[in-house]
Every structure is written in structure tokens, then in C-alpha cells.
């Protein structure tokens, strides 16, 4: 991930914008399976119970009976889960479907943006074994690149090369979606949060992919990228602004903090928010007391 200080710049379109990169974001799972709906519970790796996860509602559950308008769009295997009896649609009908096709009419949706309303984009981005069926032919600048779903066909170098053109074009649809909120911020305020489910493994210790038992899994597949963008509408009234928010965003966060800053960005009140776990709670702090 470039804005972490790789040494290949894997993600030079985001870093040309103003966005906060939370450094240092550790997972709660080490697969899609796993990962989602704990991403989504009040209580996810830090006190990790399966079944109490998948018997509670989900974050958008929750937010959904408070009158905010939840539709998740979906480009991989499914929600897990937490979006089961909420609108839900596909990107796009064939396979191998471009990430991109997740923005197929978000300026007609902005448009049409009515009321508080939380959109869920599930992408493909990096999932392995293949690579190279993640993003168009136009971003393999890393060569060479294995086009293989067979790694053990592949040297380690074509595989890195292969995964980091997925991030080059994940770069590419994270910044175009921000190009197309920033282009409505006239009319519509919103938060733009990005945060990967699990990372994969790329040949460290002779391991490869994703999906190792958690408590002995690498850091390569626990470690997530993460970023948010907020319009000058949105951070004015959440009272979260960038500054605040880069000044806090080397701290160690984990997946448990989504659940209640989404909450805390909704302003949706419930018994089950947890200001602590919430990262922007400081910032609106902040804010208030200045005032």
C-alpha cells in the first residue's frame, strides 16, 4: 500500500488528494468468511465470539431501523450475512466484473440522494489466486506479471508484480469515487471510508494468499489499508475534519472501530455505541469544545 511507505508507489492517484491513510489497521479475520461480519458487529475481534456475531444484528441492521437508508452493491462472494433482508444488488452480470462497474451510476444516485443513507461497495480488489483478472490489461506496469490462478507455475516476483498492479487499479477506483462525491459536494455531504476485509500473503515464510488460523496467522494477512475522505459539507457537520483526523491516524485501530464511528458519523443514538471504539469521537469533541 504506497500511502503506508511501500516502496513501490502502488497508490499514486489517492495520494494526490487531501484523505486521511490510517497507517496502522489491523484486521478481524484472515478471510471474507470471517472478516465481514465481524467488521460489521459491536464486538468483533477484541471480545471474538462466532456465533454471538452472527446472532446479533449487523451495523447496517441497526442503522437501517433507525430510518437511514442502507442498499449494498456487491462485486465479490456475497455479504455474509449482514446485509440479508436489505437491498442489495450486483455490479455487474459478467465475470470477471471490473471494480469500477461499482460506480455505474453514482451520479445519478447522488442525484437522486435524499435523507441519510449508507452505501456498501463490495469490491474483488486483490483476492488471489488470479491476480491478474483483477484490474484491466491498462494497469500492468509491474512486469512481469503472473497470469496464472496456479502460483506454484508463477515466480515470486510475477506474483508481487500481479498483486501490486490489483492495488495500482484499486488506487484508480477509490480516487475516481472520490472525484465523482466531490463533484456533487455542492448539493450532498459525504465520508468516503475504505477499509480492506484481510490482506494475503506473498510469498513471506513460504506462504502464499489468505485464510490462515488468526491466532497464528502473519501480520501480511491481518494488516489492512485504510482511508476516509470526507466533503468540506460533511466534515462541517459531523464536526470531523482532516486535520483532526490525520493527527490521530498512526494510532493502532483494528476493524472494531468501524461499527461505532459509522454510528458516530450517522449520528444514529443507541445503546449499543461505544464512544471509545468510535475514531472520530475525539475530533467532534474537539469541535464542540471550540465552539
Not at 128 to 147: D, I, K, L
Not at 234 to 263: E, M, N, Q
Request: with cysteine; charged share 20%.
Amino acid at each position: 500500500w504506497g500511502l503506508n511507505g511501500y516502496g513501490r508507489q502502488t497508490t499514486p492517484e489517492l495520494a494526490g488528494l487531501p484523505l486521511v491513510n490510517f497507517s496502522d489497521v489491523t484486521g478481524c479475520g484472515t478471510h471474507t468468511e470471517t472478516s465481514l461480519p465481524s467488521l460489521f458487529a459491536p464486538v468483533g475481534r477484541r471480545d471474538y465470539d462466532e456465533a454471538r456475531i452472527r446472532g446479533e444484528e449487523s451495523l447496517l441492521h441497526v442503522v437501517a431501523r433507525a430510518g437511514v437508508s442502507v442498499h449494498w452493491r456487491d462485486n465479490q462472494s456475497g455479504c455474509k450475512g449482514v446485509c440479508d433482508g436489505l437491498p442489495v444488488d450486483r455490479a455487474c452480470a459478467e465475470e470477471p466484473c471490473p471494480d469500477e462497474a461499482l460506480l455505474r451510476d453514482i451520479d445519478q444516485r447522488l442525484a437522486d440522494a435524499r435523507g441519510t443513507q449508507l452505501w456498501v461497495m463490495h469490491p474483488i480488489g486483490s483476492h488471489g489466486p488470479a491476480y491478474a483478472r483483477r484490474y484491466p490489461p491498462s494497469f500492468e506496469r509491474f512486469q512481469p506479471a503472473c497470469h496464472d490462478d496456479d502460483l506454484g507455475k508463477c515466480s515470486r516476483e510475477e506474483i508481487v508484480n500481479a498483486y501490486d498492479n490489483t492495488l495500482l487499479y484499486t488506487d484508480h477506483v477509490l480516487a475516481a469515487l472520490i472525484g465523482r462525491l466531490q463533484a456533487h459536494a455542492g448539493s450532498v455531504d459525504t465520508v468516503m471510508l475504505y477499509v480492506s476485509d484481510h490482506g494475503e500473503s506473498l510469498g513471506e515464510n513460504g506462504l502464499y494468499l489468505h485464510g490462515m488460523p488468526y491466532a497464528i496467522a502473519p501480520e501480511q494477512q491481518t494488516k489492512v489499508p485504510m482511508v476516509m475522505w470526507l466533503s468540506d459539507g460533511a466534515a462541517a457537520a459531523t464536526g470531523v475534519g482532516h486535520d483532526c483526523l490525520r493527527s490521530l491516524a498512526g494510532r493502532p485501530i483494528s476493524h472494531d472501530h468501524l461499527f461505532h464511528t459509522l454510528l458516530g458519523l450517522l449520528d444514529v443514538r443507541t445503546s449499543l455505541y461505544a464512544a471509545a471504539w468510535d475514531i472520530a469521537a475525539e475530533c467532534r469533541a474537539a469541535t464542540v469544545a471550540a465552539r
